[in-house]
C-alpha cells in the first residue's frame, strides 16, 4: 500500500511537471476526476503551488466535493458533474489551458466476497478478490465511463480549445497485489 501511494506521488509529480508553464497569472487546469485516489493526488499537488496554477476539480458526487473541500480547494474550485451525460460538461472547461483524466470505472466488491474475506481475515488468510467477485454498477461500466465518458471529456475539450489532455489510467490497480 506504500509503495502505491509513493508511486502515485510520482505519477501526480510528473503530471505536474507536464503541465507547468511560466506565466504571470495562474494556469487553469481541469482535473477531471478528482475526487479518485490518483485525481486526488494530481490536484492536491497542483494546490499546493497556486501561484502557478489555478485548479479546477470535476467531481462525481458531493462526496468527492466535500473530500476536495477538507484538502483546501474554494468551491469556486469545483464542479460535480457527470461524465457520461455530456451535457454536465458544457463550460467545464472554458478558460481551461491544460486537462488531467483521471476518472475511471471502478468495480466494487460482491456481498458475498465481503463477507468471505471477512471470516478469513480472522484467521489470517485474507485474499483480494477475482474478477468474479466483483461487479460494476449499472451506467459505471469501463465501456460507459472510461469510453463514453472520456470521449464527451476530449469533445468538450475540444469545443474549448484546450491546449493540453493527460490521460491517466488506472484501472486494475484497485485490489491487485
Excluded at 458531493?62 to 464542479?79: D, F, M, S, T
Excluded at 475511471?104 to 467477485?133: M, T
Excluded at 451506467?139 to 474549448?160: F, K, M, S
Excluded at 491546449?163 to 490497480?173: C, D, T
Aim: glycine share 10%; aromatic share 6%; with cysteine.
Amino acid at each position: 500500500l506504500l509503495m502505491g501511494i509513493v508511486m502515485l506521488g510520482h505519477m501526480a509529480a510528473a503530471v505536474v511537471g507536464l503541465v507547468m508553464q511560466t506565466t504571470t497569472t495562474p494556469m487553469k487546469v481541469v482535473v477531471v476526476g478528482a475526487g479518485s485516489p490518483v485525481g486526488q493526488v494530481v490536484f492536491r499537488k497542483l494546490l499546493k503551488r497556486n501561484t502557478e496554477f489555478h485548479p479546477v476539480g470535476l467531481v462525481r458526487n458531493y462526496r468527492g466535493y466535500k473530500e476536495l473541500r477538507r484538502l483546501g480547494a474554494k468551491p469556486e474550485q469545483l464542479r460535480i458533474c457527470d461524465t457520461t451525460q455530456r451535457h454536465t460538461l458544457k463550460h467545464a472547461f472554458d478558460g481551461a489551458e491544460k486537462v488531467v483524466i483521471c476518472s475511471s470505472a471502478s468495480p466494487k466488491q460482491r456481498l458475498a466476497y465481503k463477507i468471505k474475506n471477512a471470516f478469513l481475515w480472522l484467521v489470517g488468510r485474507s485474499r483480494p478478490p477475482r474478477p468474479d467477485e466483483l461487479y460494476y454498477r449499472a451506467g459505471r461500466r469501463p465501456y460507459e465511463v472510461d469510453y463514453l465518458g472520456q470521449r464527451n471529456i476530449i469533445d468538450e475539450c475540444v469545443d474549448a480549445e484546450v491546449e493540453h489532455v493527460v490521460l491517466l489510467g488506472s484501472m486494475g490497480g484497485k485490489g491487485c497485489t
